[in-house]
Nanobody, 117 residues
Framework: QVQLVESGGELVQPGGSLRLSCAASRSIFSFYAMGWYRQAPGKQREVVAE????????NYADYVKGRFTISTDNAKNMLYLQMNSLKPEDTAVYFC??????????WGQGTQVTVSS
């Protein structure tokens, strides 16, 4: 069974930065892709950024391009999301996602990011 544990969410002022982390319970090379999703109150969960195995392809939602960066540390089985120039509309619960080669989805429990002055 795969476990994904997110951390790093907190209250931050507009314009600030945060780095989210996701620890995987097994080698991230076993996943076809990993990513970050978010869900704001009353809204559907939406993709923020994804990265494929071997970091060959990264995809970002338009609303985070140029502000967020997804990365991995393969030796530590970690996924990261560096978030800069945060806006109030970035407020949401952020979820770590991993897709198996069979495209089964694993999810973490989420970490709350609140952007407010």
């Amino acid at each position: 069974q795969v476990q994904l544990v997110e951390s790093g969410g907190e209250l931050v002022q507009p314009g600030g930065s945060l780095r989210l982390s996701c620890a995987a319970s097994r080698s991230i090379f076993s996943f076809y892709a990993m990513g970050w999703y978010r869900q704001a109150p009353g809204k559907q969960r939406e993709v923020v950024a994804e990265i494929t195995r071997g970091r060959t392809i990264t995809n970002y939602a338009d609303y985070v391009k140029g502000r967020f960066t997804i990365s991995t540390d393969n030796a530590k089985n970690m996924l990261y999301l560096q978030m800069n120039s945060l806006k109030p509309e970035d407020t949401a619960v952020y979820f770590c996602n991993a897709k198996s080669p069979e495209f089964f989805n694993y999810w973490g429990q989420g970490t709350q990011v609140t952007v407010s002055s």
